[in-house]
């Protein structure tokens, strides 16, 4: 962008809006063809909402403004779910299609590392949705798109190992954030972190260690602090105001929804639990470093994925009320 329009900000500013733009179309597009047209208008608004309200800074709908990775990610992720789900569907599966889905889902790990923490849960729905054409037509396509989304992750490594001499699969700031996220309180005796050879054994981050040795020594305080961030991340704590609203009723039907989703007659095809998967993979992300220093939840992708399952529980909720309203009349 700074090529086209030069070193001035607007630039990228635009092409960051334009994109949250298409993040808002990929959830409705990826809503109707889970749930269908109703739930994806449903999400559609539930989008638009979210990209107005869910700022990482004060004013709302600034949630590019410090360039942080998140103003890529959320597009990329919300495609990414978008093409597994028409990627896992019946029929045949074109192999530009499997290179194309295994190339945006690394990139998407290459901008935010900890969606690694999905990959396998992932991996296991495709397989079950695929295991049938495996029996009558080629394993192929499935190669393709983990050889695309391993080979562009592994660029990372490939980098990791140039630069550092060092076997990463990708950089990222996990353990400066879990031992931030998770502050150890005055008493506990750090230096044993040093002491123990099991963390030298695992080959431990020292920061890590020191965090292992909070649980251990203190497991209640430390555990106090997941449900705290759980909490905060569910919208049950921190500064009212229109975000933690949005947060707390976003989880509150998605849950509902997905709920629906699964005690229904026929939770129908896999693909319907990828967001959820994504969804669940972050949360745990969230509450176990839960670095929120930055002052912004780093709950997004979450609450992002939760989108389709909120729409359901809507959906149902206003048909359930217009037969109740119809049968008085």
């Known amino acids: 962008m700074h090529l086209l329009v030069g070193e001035d900000f607007w630039g990228a500013w635009v092409l960051q809006r ?17 749930f269908g047209r109703v739930a994806g208008w449903l999400a559609l608004a539930l989008a638009a909402y979210f990209v107005s309200v869910m700022s990482l800074v004060e004013p709302p709908f600034e949630l ?21 789900e028409r990627l896992s569907g019946s029929g045949a599966v074109p192999m530009s299609r499997a290179a194309w889905t295994g190339v945006l889902g690394g990139v998407a790990v290459l901008t935010r590392s900890p969606l690694l923490l999905a990959l396998p849960p992932l991996g296991f729905v495709l397989a079950k949705t695929w295991w049938a054409r495996w029996r009558r037509a080629s394993v192929l ?5 983990a050889c695309c ?6 660029i990372a490594t490939v980098r990791n190992v140039v630069v550092s001499g060092q076997w990463v699969l990708v950089s990222n700031a996990g353990p400066i954030n879990l031992f931030v996220g998770n502050m150890p309180p005055a008493g506990i005796d750090l230096g044993r972190a040093n002491a123990r050879s099991i963390y030298r054994w695992l080959g431990l981050d020292p920061l890590v260690a020191k965090i292992a040795e909070y ?7 430390f555990g106090r602090g997941l449900v705290r961030k759980a909490r905060y991340v569910l919208g049950l704590l921190g500064p009212r105001g229109a975000e933690r609203r949005f947060s707390a009723f ?6 509902a929804g997905l709920t629906l989703v699964i005690a229904g007659p026929s939770p129908g095809h896999p693909s319907r639990f990828l967001p959820a998967i994504v969804a669940i993979a972050h949360f745990a992300v969230v509450v176990v470093i839960g670095n929120f220093t930055y002052g912004y939840r780093l709950a997004y ?4 994925m939760l989108l389709p399952y909120s729409a359901v529980a809507l959906e149902r909720g206003g048909r359930a009320i217009s037969r109740r309203i119809l049968a008085r009349t």
């Open 64 to 84: 590019s403004h410090p360039l942080l990775g998140e103003a890529l990610f959320l597009p990329l992720l919300a495609f990414w779910i978008l093409a597994l």
């Open 18 to 34: 334009l994109l949250l733009a298409a993040m808002v179309w990929a959830a409705y597009r990826l809503t109707a063809g889970l």
């Open 215 to 221: 649980a251990i020594q203190a497991p209640g305080s």
């Open 141 to 145: 396509p499935f190669v393709i798109f």
């Open 149 to 154: 989304l391993g080979g562009t992750i592994g």
């Open 301 to 304: 992708p979450m609450y992002l």
């Open 250 to 255: 976003i989880c509150a039907s998605a849950l």
